[in-house]
C-alpha cells in the first residue's frame, strides 16, 4: 500500500497564498494581467489563487503533458490543450503547480512568447529544485520542497490523487 506522509498543511497553503495574491496584486496593478493555468494540476491552485487577487484578471488553461502515468519526466512535452485567448501585448503569469526538472515550463514559456505578450512571468506553488536541469526563473513562488514525490492539491499520481485538500509525500 502507498503511504501518505503529510508535507504542507491547509493553513500553510492558505497563508502563503494570500501572500503572493497580494504582491501579484501590486505587481500588476496598472497592468492587463493574463493568468494561464498549467492543466490538470494547476487548476486547484489557481483557482484559490485568483480569488485572492484584488486586481482585474483574465484566465485561459493549456495543458501540457509529459510524464504519462510514471513518477520521472519522460522530457517529450506534449500540448493537448492550445491557448485559448489573446494574449498579444498582455502581461502574461504562467500558473504551475510544481516546477521540478523545468523542462515543461522552459517548453511553454517559448509557446506563449510566439504570440506577443509583453512579459511573461512564472508562479509557481512548489518549487522543487533538486532535479533543476534549466535555469529558468520563478517569480513567484510558495514553497520550496525537497525531492520526492508530492501528491493532492492538483497534484498526481497516475490521476490519483489531486482531490486531496493537502500536499503529501507519497512513498511508493
Ligand atoms: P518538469 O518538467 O520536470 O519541471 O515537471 C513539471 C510537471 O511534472 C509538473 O507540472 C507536474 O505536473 C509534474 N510533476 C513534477 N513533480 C511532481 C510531483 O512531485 N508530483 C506530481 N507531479 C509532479
Ligand atoms: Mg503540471
Do not use: W
Not at 502563503?16 to 501579484?24: L, T
Not at 522530457?75 to 521540478?100: F, Q, Y
Not at 512579459?119 to 525531492?147: F, N, P, Q, W
Amino acid at each position: 500500500m502507498p503511504e501518505l506522509i503529510p508535507v504542507i498543511k491547509k493553513d500553510e497553503i492558505e497563508s502563503k497564498i494570500v501572500d503572493i495574491a497580494r504582491r501579484i496584486s501590486n505587481d500588476y496593478k496598472d497592468s492587463e494581467l493574463i493568468l494561464v493555468g498549467i492543466l490538470k494540476g494547476a487548476f486547484v491552485f489557481m483557482s484559490d489563487l485568483m480569488r485572492r487577487l484584488t486586481i482585474p484578471v483574465q484566465i485561459d488553461f493549456i495543458c501540457a503533458s509529459s510524464y504519462g502515468s510514471g513518477t520521472s519526466n519522460s522530457g517529450d512535452i506534449k500540448l493537448t490543450k492550445e491557448l485559448g485567448i489573446d494574449i498579444c501585448n498582455k502581461d502574461v503569469l504562467i500558473v504551475e503547480d510544481i516546477i521540478d526538472t523545468g523542462s515543461t515550463l522552459l517548453y511553454l514559456i517559448e509557446y506563449l512568447k510566439s504570440f506577443g505578450p509583453k512579459s511573461i512571468s512564472v508562479c509557481a506553488m512548489l518549487d522543487k529544485r533538486e532535479r533543476r536541469g534549466t535555469d529558468i526563473k520563478i517569480d513567484y513562488s510558495c514553497h520550496v520542497v525537497e525531492d520526492g514525490f508530492l501528491v493532492g492539491y492538483g497534484l498526481d499520481y497516475a490521476e490519483n490523487y489531486r482531490n486531496l485538500p493537502e500536499i503529501y509525500h507519497l512513498k511508493l
